[in-house]
């Protein structure tokens, strides 16, 4: 399991700090591509600003929930690390779905029908992998990190864990399809400073 890597000192700080910068790294991800959306569609008003709104806020949601894993080891406080998972995983998949049906909604404006295929194949993967998941998870007995391959619960545990990698895998390579979006636009960021900052009464 991919939390397997973060249960033992030195490698669990090592494991919270890398995760806890891919969550942050995710979310601001997560809000560009939002505010991408947000712009072109005041123009061209392909989408409803719902359904990016709705994607927007599942994403950060599933941001949240990488941050819990990599704070709470899953030996130590199994429930707490297991609701952060659920939440990242089932969140972070339907943030992709609702992500491919945008990028259909903007085509052939913004994305070429082939790239909304791909990111849509990738979506699909991503939710039937996590379903079969969260149902061969919930089979499992017992949570360690040494298992015997004659043990009841084994193939379960396998087929969880593939799954489990199959599931990030699919958010790498979701996320590297913004590439081509993120290239064609420029973000600017104002700051707006109160004058009277600073001045006496």
């Not at 952060?84 to 972070?92: E, H, P, S, T």
């Not at 992500?99 to 993967?125: D, G, K, T």
């Not at 379960?156 to 593939?162: L, T």
Request: hydrophobic share 50%; glycine share 4%.
């Amino acid at each position: 399991m991919i939390s397997d890597k973060g249960t033992i000192p030195l490698e669990s700080a090592i494991f919270t700090f890398m995760f806890n910068i891919s969550a942050f790294l995710a979310a601001a991800t997560i809000y560009t591509r939002y505010k991408i959306v947000e712009k072109k569609n005041r123009t061209y008003c392909f989408s409803s600003p719902a359904l990016n709104l709705v994607s927007f806020f599942l994403g950060l949601l599933g941001c949240i929930g990488m941050s819990i894993v990599a704070s709470f080891q899953g030996l130590n406080v199994t429930v707490v690390h297991d609701a952060g998972a659920l939440l990242a995983f089932v969140c972070g998949s339907i943030y992709t779905l609702l992500q491919s049906i945008i990028f259909y909604e903007s085509c052939p404006q913004w994305n070429s029908l082939w790239m909304c295929h791909i990111r849509m194949i990738i979506s699909a993967v991503c939710c039937a992998a996590v379903v079969l998941m969260i149902v061969c998870a919930s089979l499992v007995s017992t949570t360690k990190l040494e298992w015997d391959p004659s043990e009841k619960d084994y193939v379960y545990h396998v087929v969880s864990a593939i799954c489990e990698w199959t599931v990030a895998f699919s958010f790498i390579f979701y996320f590297l399809t913004f590439i081509q979006d993120f290239q064609n636009v420029t973000l600017k960021i104002s700051i707006e400073i109160d004058g009277d900052i600073g001045k006496k009464n």
